[in-house]
């Protein structure tokens, strides 16, 4: 008899437990899409936060992806109201366009980009979100804004004849870069976020001797001044945001894990030099940075003297060891941006890998096509000037949003 009162108080239990699990399941997802943040009373969900950070993180945008989920999506609300507002809509179509254009910038057909992110976790509706709220928004502030951007002629003879539009912004930077391997994934993000926490320019160079793969860990990773517009664009506003002595969230590069901590800034009503194209070389080395590998790539760096030399070098190996790019700056890899910007013609870095630690690349600039004015039509430096304006206002239009907005964080 106990036996079978032990049975039926199991039979019980296990009959509690699946009619307990649907309100489990129910109050999992309440919680998930429970409000996080409202703004205006437009409710945020953690389940939007949660795939906006992966979203971003997926896509390599720079800084912390939680801090950059939550900013972007109060951004993206206020956008849509003022959107809304001025009784505008978007279609199907103009979705379909903003995918397109997104799946562009990553050299995938747009089939490819939606799969690779649902793979990753992101959902088609948080895509297509996303590209709806980028096209509104564009739109919406070439129909505010486009009458007061156009330039007149006058100043457009001033853009042609002053070498570039605009003042210069040079940076004193420091940095550290991490490789990383399938093996060491967590034990660099834990050292990176620590090194995120030093405030002291002993410290940070203490760590770029220690710990970074870039050659300024011989100076404990101090870079001479750089012009902020040779940077990755994505990188830019993360470096203006930094005071002296402050160092960047971690920053996801391809095999590593940048940051950077500012030392200095200075403006010049002087324009910084504009390139239509950047010309450079990457030769990958098996080897990862093993010894040998980088004795290998020493090596080459006292046989050759430009990057034609790595012609001769490849003979007779594989085509596919040896790249040859002429790219727009925008459009080089973030981290080859990164170490290009701090070399000048014929220079190598060997701070990069490729293949999960496994190849070291050998990067050489061979060397940069200057933007000439006078090669550009009246018409291309309008645009350019319609473009910087639209982004001003854009900007302005948008902090004015914020200021005027309630935001209440759950």
Partial sequence: MPRIRSISSA?????????????????????????????????????????????????????????????????????????????????????????????????????????????GGVSIQTLRDFAKVNVAWRDLVRARFLSQSRPTDAEIDRAMGSGGVGSGVRVLLSEIIIPVTPQTVDQVDELAQQIAQIKSYDSFSQAATQYSAAQTRENGGRMNWLDLTTLPPGLRPLILELTPGE?????????????????????????????????????????????????????????????????GLNKGQSPERLERFSQKPGEIPRDFATELAKLDDHEISTALTRSGGQTLVFLMLCGRTAELNQDASREDVANALVGQRLTAFAQSYLDQLQADAVIIEK
């Fill in 247 to 311: 160092v960047t969230d971690p920053i996801a590069l391809p095999d590593a894990v940048a940051l950077f901590q500012m030392r200095g800034v200075q403006e010049s009503n002087v324009a910084p030099p504009k390139y239509s194209a950047i010309d450079y070389a990457a030769y990958y080395i098996p080897g990862g940075r093993s010894p040998e590998a980088l004795a290998t790539a020493t090596r080459i760096a006292q046989d050759i003297d430009t990057c034609d030399d790595l012609y």
């Fill in 11 to 119: 039979l019980r239990s296990a009959a509690v437990a699946i009619a307990l699990a649907p309100m489990a399941t129910a109050a999992l997802a309440q919680g998930l899409f429970s409000p996080a943040i409202t703004v205006n009373d437009q409710i945020i969900t953690r389940y939007e936060l949660e795939q906006r950070a992966r979203l971003l993180q997926m896509l390599r945008a720079p800084g912390n992806p939680e801090t950059l989920a939550r900013d972007d999506l109060i951004e993206d609300r206020l956008k849509m109201q003022a959107v809304k507002d001025a009784e505008m809509t978007v279609t199907p179509e103009e979705i379909d366009a903003g995918l397109d254009e997104l799946a562009e910038r990553t050299e995938l057909s747009t089939e490819e980009f939606v799969a690779a992110l649902e793979q």
